[in-house]
């Protein structure tokens, strides 16, 4: 019996090491299911701890409660940790400023209704109704965003306009869009509750329909596609706040492994030259929203994070809020993000159903610092 316990304890050890993998190197199959489900592993381990406990086979035992406390390190992260998935050290609510010289991240883009792209030009200050001219309204100090999944653009329309309504959405990212979908949504009033948005332009390439972006708040800047990686456009819009700060909120959605691994990787992987836009500092943040296909025990999203992003579950340390998949409440993964750069704090993070998709929708109160 003690040669079958430790021999299961080294298999899942071995399992576990998949997760330190560097960056990159486990985009093949069946490495990211395998990884992805390393958390769940601590349930059979401890199962077996506690018949080696009942056979008094101690040594055998305690490799089974190790193995599983390593199995799950990563979601252990979750309730706050002195060291973050990026490998630093967690820091405190004092950010730090980083030099920047160029400007915003963004050029303006039309917002439209057809997922169509119009030609880039700077966006103004104020806008004109060929009457007078407004001030462009600011972003709030403290907002709530939401994204989601929509499986194929089967989500419950009303439901997520309920949504809107209860939690005071002010930025919706959603994926895997159809116009079938943003033709209910627009029957349902959202352009009433959120009047301005950006769609990614659909193609044929696109991992289940394309990416939207909503706002409450018109943008000073806007484009169907923020950064080049290989799965449907990543929209984008840019809000202005007091203060002549900026906050560029993205809607993406790297492909799943089965739709290929080097592109799952590479996807999560290019996520990474937002954080890395010399327009980003303390006074220009960017959040990035959605299904990202990957959790805290994938080096590519561990590198991801290492960039300079922040993930909103990690930071409120209340736990994860696990979003996939919807139609079981254990086991679940987190596969949806509220990843953001320096400049806010989360608070509010929350998972939880909507009628129609296979994904949790995600919310998040995000206020300046």
Known sequence: MTTILSAVAIIALLWTTLSALPAGLEARMPLPYMIALTPLLCVPLMILAAVAAWQHEWTAMSLLIVVALIASSQRINYWGTSIDPAGKRKESHRETARETTS??????????????SNTSKEGPETISDGHRETTRETLSPQFSVMTMNCRYGRADAAEIIRNIRERNISVLALQEVTDDLI????????NELLPYHQFGDAKETDNGGFNVIYSRYEPSAAVPNVVSIPAADVPAITLKTSGNRTVTLCSAHPKSPMRGCADWSAGILGLRELARAKSVSNRNIVVVMGDLNSSTDHPSFRALLKSGFKDASLIQAAGPN????????????????????????????????????????????????
């Open 103 to 116: 400007p915003t991240l963004s050029k303006s883009h039309n917002s439209n209704t057809s997922g169509t």
């Open 322 to 369: 696990l979003t996939f998949p919807s139609w079981l409440k254990w086991p679940r993964i987190e596969l949806d993000h509220v990843l953001f750069t320096p400049g806010l704090k989360p608070s509010g993070v929350k998972s939880f159903e909507v009628e129609g998709t296979d994904h949790l929708a995600l919310t998040a109160t995000l206020a300046l610092r």
């Open 183 to 190: 033709t209910r949504l627009t029957e349902a009033d959202i």
